[in-house]
C-alpha cells in the first residue's frame, strides 16, 4: 500500500493525514512533511493515522523525533484516531504519551 500525505493548515494547527504502510522505505516522506510543518511553527500538529494499518519502527522514531522537537517549540503533537494495530505497537512501545493520543 502506497503511502500517501496531506498537510493542511486551519489556524495556527498543523493538520497532517498520513494514509498507507508507514515503514523503513518511504519513512521519509513522513520525516519531509512533519519537518515542514514543524518550521511553520504552528501551535498545534495533530497527525492522523486514522487510515495507516501498519507503522514500523523507523516511523515510529520519526514521531517520537517530531513530538521532541514539537515540545522544544511549545507546540502540541497529536496523533489521531490510529487504527488498533498502529495504537497495540505505540502502547506496548511505551510513547504514547509522548504523543497525546487522541482515539
Not at 3 to 26: C, M, Y
Amino acid at each position: 500500500m502506497a503511502l500517501s500525505l496531506k498537510k493542511e493548515k486551519k489556524d495556527n494547527t498543523a493538520l497532517i493525514s498520513v494514509s498507507g504502510e508507514v515503514d523503513v522505505s518511504n519513512a521519509q516522506e513522513l520525516s519531509d512533511i512533519l519537518d515542514e510543518a514543524l518550521a511553520e511553527k504552528p501551535t498545534v500538529i495533530d497527525v492522523d493515522l486514522s487510515q495507516v494499518p501498519y507503522i514500523d519502527s523507523t516511523g515510529i522514531g520519526i514521531l517520537v523525533k517530531s513530538a521532541h522537537i514539537a515540545a522544544d517549540q511549545d507546540c502540541a503533537f497529536t496523533v489521531s484516531s490510529p487504527q488498533t494495530n498502529v495504537l497495540r505497537v505505540l502502547t506496548l512501545l511505551g510513547v504514547g504519551s509522548e504523543f497525546n493520543l487522541n482515539d
